[in-house]
Nanobody, 114 residues
């Protein structure tokens, strides 16, 4: 059974930082790319960042230079370091495994105040 559990969300002022974590079980990073997505109220869920099975990364244009996705294979965890946060980054952030066992976490709320 695949389980993805996000943590690390919260309330932060604009310009601040947060680090999201995704604890994964039931999947291997050698067969699954991992992504962070977000969904703001009234908007579609969008891709924020993805890390491939070989560790290459890609980012949405809106977060390039501010967010960094990484993973710890030994801990089976994925992280999203978010710096220089803006109010428009406010959303529920979801962890997603892309591969044979496609799965979503329940999300963690990030709120950036101006």
């Amino acid at each position: 059974q695949v389980q993805l559990v996000e943590s690390g969300g919260g309330l932060v002022q604009a310009g601040g930082s947060l680090r999201l974590s995704c604890a994964a079980s039931g999947i291997s990073f050698s067969t699954h790319a991992m992504g962070w997505y977000r969904q703001a109220p009234g908007k579609e869920r969008e891709l924020v960042a993805v890390i491939s099975t070989i560790g290459s990364t890609n980012y949405a244009d809106s977060v390039k230079g501010r967010f960094t996705i990484s993973r710890d294979i030994a801990k089976n965890a994925v992280y999203l370091q978010m710096n220089s946060l803006k109010p428009e980054d406010t959303a529920v952030y979801y962890c997603h495994s892309l591969g044979p066992r496609d799965s979503w976490g329940r999300g963690t709320q990030v709120t950036v105040s101006s």
